[in-house]
């Protein structure tokens, strides 16, 4: 695992979260629609995507399995450091917005129930990254053959 897949990752998915946050809030201020707590997991599944590519175009061959695992378990610790740093950074910085109002943190049972969550969403993103890290190299690598073979032509 090289810093190069791990940036590649990290820059993919601090961009892609500050770009769904962006349009989640246009969308609801312009046309009332909220996007919904599912699309949190489409910034990890990208970012994957990209450096399971990057990695590919590096060294033009597969990652192995276990090297996806482990690839999984630094991207989950990544995204977990992220999640939890924006949130402590919005709720600081806009603590009288209504929405995040609800974020209690002096009740224990409150904290509870999100740490809970938190974690089920990372054991979530963890098997995301995993198979989207792979899935965007042997994508890469179909790509990689195609254009191979018209250069052949």
Request: charged letters at 10%; proline letters at 5%.
């Amino acid at each position: 695992m090289n810093a190069f897949v791990i940036s590649r990752y990290v820059i993919w998915l601090i961009g892609l979260t500050v770009l769904f946050i962006g349009a989640s809030i246009l969308l609801v201020n312009f046309t009332g629609f909220d996007i919904g707590g599912g699309a949190s997991f489409v910034p990890p599944l990208a970012a994957s995507m990209a450096a399971g590519q990057a990695w590919f175009r590096r060294y033009d061959t597969m990652p192995s399995k276990p090297d996806a695992w482990k690839v999984g378990g630094i991207f989950t610790a990544i995204h977990l450091i992220w999640v939890v740093l924006l949130i402590v950074s919005l709720v600081s910085l806009f603590p009288d917005v209504p929405e995040l109002a609800p974020f209690e943190f002096s009740n224990p049972t409150f904290v509870i129930i999100m740490v809970t969550a938190l974690l089920f969403n990372e054991l979530v993103v963890f098997f995301i990254c995993r198979f989207f890290y792979r899935f965007g190299a042997k994508q890469q690598a179909k790509a990689a053959t195609k254009a191979a073979a018209k250069a052949d032509l």
